[in-house]
C-alpha cells in the first residue's frame, strides 16, 4: 500500500516521504496513529501544500522532546526486596524505570523505556536506552539495590474448630453419634 509519512519513521523513512508498506502495517498501525496517510492523487497535491507546515511541526515536536531528553535524570537508584543471593522478588519492567523518571521530574512512558536484556531481575547496575524520537535517544544508568530485610512476622492462627449450632447437640433423630 502507498502512504504518504507524516513523521519519520525509523527503518520506512522520512516525514513527506512516499513509500509502499505492507497493507496491515499502514492500516492498523501508521495511519490510525496520524503517523502517515493514504496516497492518493488529491493527498499528494495537499501534502505538498503542508509538508511545510509539517516540517514546522516536527522542528517544534523535536524542540520539545530534547528538552525533555536534557532535563531527564540519567542516573537511578531503585531499590526493591531481594533474596540473600541478589534475587530480586519481582523484577523490574519498563513500567518501573518510566515512573522513576517522572517522580524524578521528566514524564516518560514506558513505551519509551527499552530493556536490551529484558526486565531485571538480579541486584546490580544496568543500562536503559529511552527513546523519545527516532532521533532523540539517551541512556539511564539503573542501580538496583537489595532491601533484604523481612517483612513483618504473622502470627500463626490457631486452626478452626467448627462452631457449635444452636441446638444440635451431637446426636442424630436415630440417638446414634452424628458423625458428620
Do not use: W
Amino acid at each position: 500500500m502507498e502512504i504518504i509519512l507524516l513523521e519519520k519513521i525509523q527503518n520506512v523513512g522520512e516525514m513527506g516521504d512516499l513509500v509502499d508498506v505492507r497493507n496491515g502495517y499502514a492500516r492498523n498501525y501508521l495511519i490510525p496513529r496520524k503517523k502517515a496517510m493514504i496516497a492518493t492523487a488529491e493527498a499528494k497535491k495537499e501534502v505538498e501544500e503542508k509538508r511545510r507546515q509539517l516540517a514546522e511541526a516536527e522542528g517544534n515536536r523535536l524542540l520539545a522532546l530534547t528538552a525533555r531528553a536534557e532535563s531527564a535524570a540519567r542516573d537511578l537508584t531503585l531499590i526493591r526486596l531481594c533474596g540473600e543471593k541478589g534475587q530480586l522478588y519481582g523484577s523490574v519492567s519498563p513500567a518501573d524505570i518510566a515512573e522513576a523518571l517522572t517522580q524524578a521530574g521528566t514524564p516518560i512512558e514506558k513505551s519509551e523505556v527499552f530493556q536490551p536484556d529484558g526486565p531485571i531481575k538480579q541486584v546490580g547496575q544496568y543500562e536503559a536506552e529511552v527513546i523519545l524520537h527516532p532521533d532523540i535517544r539517551f541512556t539511564v544508568n539503573v542501580q538496583v539495590q537489595g532491601d533484604s530485610t523481612p517483612g513483618p512476622v504473622v502470627d500463626e492462627i490457631p486452626p478452626e474448630t467448627p462452631e457449635e449450632v444452636p441446638g444440635d447437640t451431637g446426636v442424630d433423630d436415630s440417638g446414634a453419634p452424628d458423625t458428620a
